[in-house]
């Protein structure tokens, strides 16, 4: 009974944080971020390979789905795209497919959560 229970309770646990969408915003300032990006020219330079999502519900996970929101308030993360890759906290790269999405350097997956 006990080792049922505590089966359920982690299967929910488990697919609700699949359902967190990597809904970002990118802000104005770098003051207003939660995390400072770049966007690096080669995927081999990236911390993050990133697929941007038409809708919400396809981004899901941390595995670098993410759906750009409109408002600020409806994002988990506030971005800033910065101007060169030393001041970033996270380096990205956009694929064209999401099968390619993913983390590169799993260190820095804790930025996303």
């Known amino acids: ?14 697919i609700g944080s699949m359902l967190h969408s990597q809904k970002v915003f990118s802000v104005k ?8 990006v770049f966007v ?7 911390d993050l390979l990133i697929h941007k999502k038409e809708y919400a519900s396809q981004a899901s996970g941390n595995e670098g789905n993410w759906f750009f929101v409109d ?3 409806q ?3 506030k971005i800033f795209f910065v101007d060169y890759a030393s001041q970033a ?9 999401s099968s ?9 997956a804790h930025l996303f959560y």
């Open 71 to 73: 408002y600020e308030s």
């Open 40 to 46: 690096v020219d080669y995927q081999s330079q990236a």
């Open 100 to 108: 390619q999405a993913g983390w590169k350097d799993k260190s820095k």
């Open 89 to 97: 906290e996270l380096k990205i790269f956009f694929v064209k497919y």
């Open 1 to 14: 009974m006990y080792y049922a229970r505590f089966l359920t309770i982690i299967v929910i646990l488990s």
């Open 75 to 77: 994002a988990k993360k």
């Open 29 to 36: 300032y770098q003051s207003q971020a939660d995390v400072k």
